[in-house]
């Protein structure tokens, strides 16, 4: 445990109560360590802290829209690969329906989010039906392939050289968010069974980025039983129950869903919007001084965000204050909405996160200039 230099004060103009009851004419900046899980103090500021009216250089917000990529891939190591790290890897997966191979991964954990489509997931544990919204955590080393009923996209995170672990929920009890009995583990049923045949089936391997093919004159996914606890799991968002308050805005870190050493995968799901008068209704603008954030859309209106829609991704690196865009700002002021209907995943890694080779029309270069108010940025 870190023993950080604390000691609390307080100076000037200042609200009683973090991101409630804000001085007349302010506008509140969290400036925070390791995310929203460190120390942190909140600044008062007379104008936006997103006001800037140019920006020169690389580190900017950026947005991205993957609906636009229209490979598709047989694949998850040919899909595309969006943001990425040592520690991280961000890959979007258009695919057409059954995979003629098996694949493992080598390199770390991978969670599949899947953003549209449904069917089957065949691995060495056995079978599990996917749908949008759903997570799968796939243990290093785990063979699978899909089976989809159609086109399915999906979103890949790998967690490199490194293993996923269950947020700690403190106070506020194991079950909590979402309680343990939900995931679900695959099952070894007759359609199972039913695709161990003697036919030759190939394995790609990927490890350090580079995939070797192994090949066997039989399904390898001939597993008949197994017994433990290290194991790919399910879950989906519709089984996630958010941590509230009416009177207070919860941090992102409360929505914690899985855990790695140097990110966190976290998922905002619909849900009321605080009611208590003084209390900020949209996200606080923020200086995450540690972590690169990423959001990925899977579904609905996020509501501290213009012109984004399900199948894009944000970036927003670390060292510069962000938030809310002003219309959302203004709107949660007059209470305009009363619950969200987002659905997104989050993504915030420790380290400074590279692009991918994307194509041409994929990003979205204006993202910078939303923050604007909209008189300004349409000049």
């Known amino acids: 445990m870190r023993k950080w230099i604390a000691f609390p004060r307080r100076e000037g103009l200042a609200s009683r109560q973090a991101h409630c009851d804000l001085p007349a004419g302010t506008y509140e900046r969290e400036f925070g360590k390791e995310g929203f899980f460190g120390p942190v103090t909140q600044l008062y500021h007379r104008h936006p802290p997103t006001g800037w009216s140019e920006w020169e250089g690389p580190l900017r917000p950026r947005a991205f829209d993957l609906v636009k ?4 891939a047989a694949s998850p190591w040919e899909a595309t690969e969006v943001l990425h790290n040592a520690h991280v890897k ?9 995979m003629d ?4 991964n080598g390199d770390g954990d991978e969670i599949v989010f899947f953003h549209e489509g449904e069917g089957d ?20 080393g785990t063979m699978w392939r899909i089976e989809a009923r159609g086109p399915f996209t999906a979103l890949l995170i790998e967690a490199t050289n490194d293993s996923y672990v269950l947020p700690e929920k403190g106070i506020v009890g194991a079950q909590a968010v979402y309680d343990p009995g939900v995931l679900e583990t695959p099952v070894m049923d007759e ?7 003697e036919e030759p089936w190939r394995v790609a391997i990927k490890r350090s980025g580079a995939v070797s093919t192994v090949t066997f004159p039989y ?5 008949v039983g197994w017994q433990g606890d290290l194991v790919p799991v399910k879950l989906n968002w519709r089984d996630i129950r958010p941590v509230m308050s009416h009177r207070f805005h919860i941090p992102p870190s409360a929505h914690t869903t899985f855990l790695a050493a140097r990110f966190v995968v976290c998922t905002f799901v619909p849900r009321p919007l605080e009611s208590d008068p003084g209390a900020l209704k949209v996200p606080f603008y923020h200086s995450n001084n540690d972590f690169d954030e ?3 859309y899977h579904r609905g209106e996020f509501f501290s965000r213009d012109n984004i829609h399900p199948g894009m991704v944000t970036l927003h690196p670390c060292g510069f204050p962000h938030g809310p ?18 659905v997104a995943v989050m993504i915030d890694a420790r380290d400074a996160l590279a692009i991918g080779k994307l194509p041409e029309g994929v990003e979205w270069t204006g993202y910078v200039e939303s923050w604007k108010p909209r008189r300004e940025a349409a000049e």
Do not use: S
């Open 294 to 296: 990423v959001i990925f």
């Open 90 to 98: 961000l890959r979007f997966w258009r695919g057409a329906g059954r």
């Open 325 to 342: 865009h002003p219309k959302a700002f203004a709107a949660g002021a007059r209470a305009a909405k009363k619950e969200t209907d987002e």
């Open 219 to 223: 399904n390898p996914l001939d597993t």
């Open 121 to 140: 997931l065949f691995c060495d544990f056995g079978r599990m039906t996917f749908r949008e919204g759903d997570y799968v955590m796939l243990p290093r």
């Open 69 to 72: 990529l229209n490979h598709v």
């Open 191 to 197: 359609a199972f069974r039913a695709q161990q045949t």
């Open 101 to 104: 191979h098996l694949v493992r």
